[in-house]
């Protein structure tokens, strides 16, 4: 079958590996779709600079993952072979009491050695990919690329939502929405799903602003429109899908005292955390990480009650590269998502 792998000498690229073969408890999947993102590049450009990669190579890339059950592994239970599935594909040490609890994205004891599937461990950028029978989520009845996005950037949008519900029930809540990408998108449509709040979108880019408003933001505006947009009322909630020291300075400059900051993005910038500081008085900050396996299993529900968005471009598996490059020099609006099905196999 074919690949999109990280290999020891720090490349990367589509090759022939044999099929894998589920054991115990695992189920092998045809791989329907697969989104790529920013943390993708990260792991590849990051390798290009040296023979060491992040985690020990080869592995398969693809850590958004939508598929078919093709078989299952002795003692699998849980789906049937046809069912469409979503992987929860953050990794932890199986054991302590997060993991077990379906958190392994805030794991005690975390693997240095993967991040999750497609992070370390052989990922969903492929033909067919083995997981855990209990990492699967039921997806049937949703579009595959739509679904595939679910798994990290609604996941993670959600779980970055959730984490201030209390903020957003305020009246006449505002949510400031910073970089609308592959996550920031989403997370606005989730926001208009789930709660009342005014929701503001930023970005630099027009296109980027139109496809806010599509996905239900009430306003969006360029950085420099941001004070104008909220009518001298700050923002009880500001999401950060950017993470540079400038989107980081706009969002403690727009909250409002007892507001919240939650820094997805991880554009390598800081913010001072002092009394007196950047920050307004009672402000509280957030660094979430991914989701929990419930979660994902909310997202999925959310999206086939109220019809999340996700914008994307899609790609044959013999596409990778190009998928790649198209995100590393921003020509893609919304999700990249690979399609295996749709690339004959030679």
């Not at 992070?119 to 990492?135: F, I, T, W």
């Not at 595959?144 to 006449?172: K, W």
């Not at 909220?230 to 950060?240: I, Q, T, Y």
């Not at 899908?241 to 403690?252: E, I, K, N």
Request: aromatic share 4%.
């Amino acid at each position: 079958m074919r690949a999109y792998r990280m290999f020891a000498d720090g490349s990367s690229g589509l090759t022939e590996i044999a099929s894998p073969v589920p054991t115990a408890g695992q189920v092998r999947l045809e791989v329907l779709a697969a989104g790529i993102c920013q943390s993708d590049l990260h792991v590849i450009d990051a390798a290009g600079n040296g023979p060491a990669t992040a985690w020990p190579a080869p592995y398969t890339l693809g850590h958004e993952i939508c598929g078919r059950v093709a078989e299952l592994g002795p003692g699998a239970t849980g789906v049937h072979v046809g069912d469409q599935v979503i992987v929860h594909s953050p990794w932890g040490c199986g054991q302590c009491p997060r993991c077990a609890a379906g958190r392994p994205n805030y794991c005690d004891r975390p693997d240095p050695n993967a991040a999750g599937i497609g992070l370390g461990v052989n990922g969903g950028l492929a033909d067919e990919v083995v997981v855990e029978a209990g990492r699967l989520v039921p997806a049937d009845g949703l579009d595959p690329a739509l679904a595939a996005t679910l798994a990290d950037a609604g996941l993670t949008s959600y779980h970055a939502i959730s984490g201030c519900r209390e903020a957003l029930a305020e009246p006449d809540a505002i949510a400031l929405v910073i970089g609308v990408g592959g996550l920031g998108h989403l997370a606005i449509s989730v926001l208009a799903a789930t709660s009342d709040a005014h929701v503001i979108a930023v970005d630099v880019r027009a296109d980027a602003r139109d496809l806010a408003l599509t996905c239900g933001a009430s306003t969006a505006c360029a950085p420099d429109e941001v004070h104008g947009a909220l009518h001298a009322r700050r923002a009880d909630v500001v999401l950060d899908f950017v993470g540079s020291d400038a989107t980081m300075a706009l969002a403690a400059r727009s909250l409002r005292r007892s507001g919240e900051i939650v820094v997805i993005g991880s554009a390598g910038g800081t913010l001072p955390v002092a009394k007196g500081a950047a920050l307004p008085p009672g402000a509280r900050v957030h660094l979430p990480f991914w989701g929990a396996r419930d979660e994902l299993v909310e997202v999925v529900a959310l999206a086939r009650e109220h019809g999340l968005r996700a914008e994307t471009t899609t790609y044959p598996l013999d596409d990778a590269d190009r998928a790649l490059d198209d995100l590393r020099h921003g020509r893609v609006l919304g999700r990249a998502v690979v399609l295996p099905r749709n690339s004959p196999k030679p």
